[in-house]
């Protein structure tokens, strides 16, 4: 039985929560476009971080946001999914969580992203935190006993 079972849902941090850098698919500023799409397609994910060279993270890049920028008046000019790097299509205006944040801040950044990126001090990638994630602990707390549904 998990630990976290034990504590209280808004005692929880992102840390607590969080799926860890290593285990998190992301992609680099300088890769071309078709690695990004390449690794989205791979990895079944519609959007991953985007990182520098030295782990820092930079924004996200997705499946759609990749298609509509190769995408020509009549078809797909797949030619510049080689010409593309990610840095061109990224989004940048992203909103990114630290570790100490508590579960309420999760909540809130979640409401309008399927995931949030973890970032320390100095905005090196420290992972993301994901709706399942965070549903899975509402549900474990509602399950707990203190709110047990009926059925
Ligand atoms: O490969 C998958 N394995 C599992 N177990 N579930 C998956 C997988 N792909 C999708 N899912 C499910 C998850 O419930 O579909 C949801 C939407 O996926 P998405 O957004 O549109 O690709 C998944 O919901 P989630 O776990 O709350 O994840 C939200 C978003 O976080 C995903 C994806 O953009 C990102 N993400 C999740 N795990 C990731 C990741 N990005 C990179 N690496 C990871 N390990």
Known sequence: MSLLQDRELTSLTIADM???SEKVAHVQVNNPLEHALLVLVKSGYSAVPVLDSTYK???????TKILNEILGLERFEIDRLSELQ????????I????????????????????????????????GILTRRAILKE?????YSGK?????
């Open 138 to 142: 509402i549900r474990k707390d509602i």
């Open 18 to 20: 969080m799926i860890p």
């Open 86 to 93: 990610v840095k061109e299509v990224m989004v940048t205006d």
């Open 147 to 151: 709110n047990k549904p009926t059925r």
């Open 57 to 63: 993270l930079e924004g996200t890049v997705g499946k």
């Open 95 to 126: 909103p990114k969580l630290l570790k100490e944040d508590t579960l309420i801040d999760g909540l809130k950044a979640l409401i309008n992203y399927p995931f949030v990126c973890v970032v320390d001090e100095e905005g090196y990638f420290d």
